[in-house]
């Protein structure tokens, strides 16, 4: 009554074989897991240590060499990571364009410091306080200028792209801080050009 039936069933009509195959597929079987393992196997210190510093010293230098020669002609593809994509390239381009008081502050402070304390040992308290009065006007006028270049760039970001990057305008104010000469990447516009 419970237990199994003797009749055998009768078997099921067989269906047509189908092949299943995965769209999409990788097309090669999976690796075992010790043969990618064994892939991976590398020793943790290598044969000849002074053959692989040497090694890793010359691809320095020659990624230095290549980040010194994209800072000298803009070539984008090895500048350093602060200073890549078009929207830095285009503030570099409106900066470089205008002619800054902040390039020129390192310049007179250089100079007032110079004369101070050549006024101090004559005992010239006139030249002293000329010279801190310079220094703190020259100051006044570079955060005045810095605010003006900060709103230019600030507008002409926001005109020449659809999503601007964080950060530009301290960008652009940094660089404008810098003597011209000492900039890097170098100026790639002149004076009064118009940003491309």
Same mark, same amino acid.
């Given at each position: 009554?419970?237990?199994?039936?003797?009749?055998?069933?009768?078997?099921?009509?067989?269906?047509?074989?189908?092949?299943?195959?995965?769209?999409?597929?990788?097309?090669?079987?999976?690796?075992?897991?010790?043969?990618?393992?064994?892939?991976?196997?590398?020793?943790?210190?290598?044969?000849?240590?002074?053959?692989?510093?040497?090694?890793?010293?010359?691809?320095?230098?020659?990624?230095?060499?290549?980040?010194?020669?994209?800072?000298?002609?803009?070539?984008?593809?090895?500048?350093?990571?602060?200073?890549?994509?078009?929207?830095?390239?285009?503030?570099?381009?409106?900066?470089?364009?205008?002619?800054?008081?902040?390039?020129?502050?390192?310049?007179?402070?250089?100079?007032?410091?110079?004369?101070?304390?050549?006024?101090?040992?004559?005992?010239?308290?006139?030249?002293?306080?000329? &010279? &801190?009065?310079?220094?703190?006007?020259?100051?006044?006028?570079?955060?005045?200028?810095?605010?003006?270049?900060?709103?230019?760039?600030?507008?002409?970001?926001?005109?020449?792209?659809?999503?601007?990057?964080?950060?530009?305008?301290?960008?652009?104010? &940094?660089?404008?801080?810098?003597?011209?000469?000492?900039?890097?990447?170098?100026?790639?516009?002149?004076?009064?050009?118009?940003?491309?």
């Amino acid at each position: 009554m419970f237990g199994r039936s003797k009749e055998k069933p009768a078997p099921a009509p067989e269906a047509p074989a189908v092949e299943l195959t995965k769209v999409g597929g990788k097309g090669r079987p999976t690796p075992r897991r010790s043969e990618a393992q064994a892939r991976n196997v590398r020793p943790l210190v290598p044969v000849d240590r002074k053959a692989a510093a040497r090694a890793a010293r010359e691809a320095q230098r020659e990624e230095r060499a290549k980040v010194q020669s994209a800072l000298m002609t803009g070539d984008e593809r090895y500048l350093p990571l602060r200073d890549r994509g078009p929207q830095k390239r285009f503030v570099r381009d409106v900066v470089d364009a205008r002619r800054n008081v902040g390039e020129y502050f390192l310049i007179i402070a250089g100079v007032s410091l110079v004369l101070s304390m050549l006024a101090t040992p004559l005992g010239s308290a006139e030249l002293v306080l000329a &010279t &801190t009065l310079l220094i703190y006007l020259m100051l006044a006028v570079v955060v005045v200028d810095s605010v003006v270049l900060g709103r230019k760039v600030k507008r002409a970001v926001a005109e020449r792209f659809a999503e601007p990057e964080r950060g530009l305008v301290s960008y652009g104010v &940094t660089r404008a801080l810098q003597i011209r000469r000492m900039r890097r990447p170098v100026p790639m516009v002149q004076r009064g050009a118009q940003p491309r």
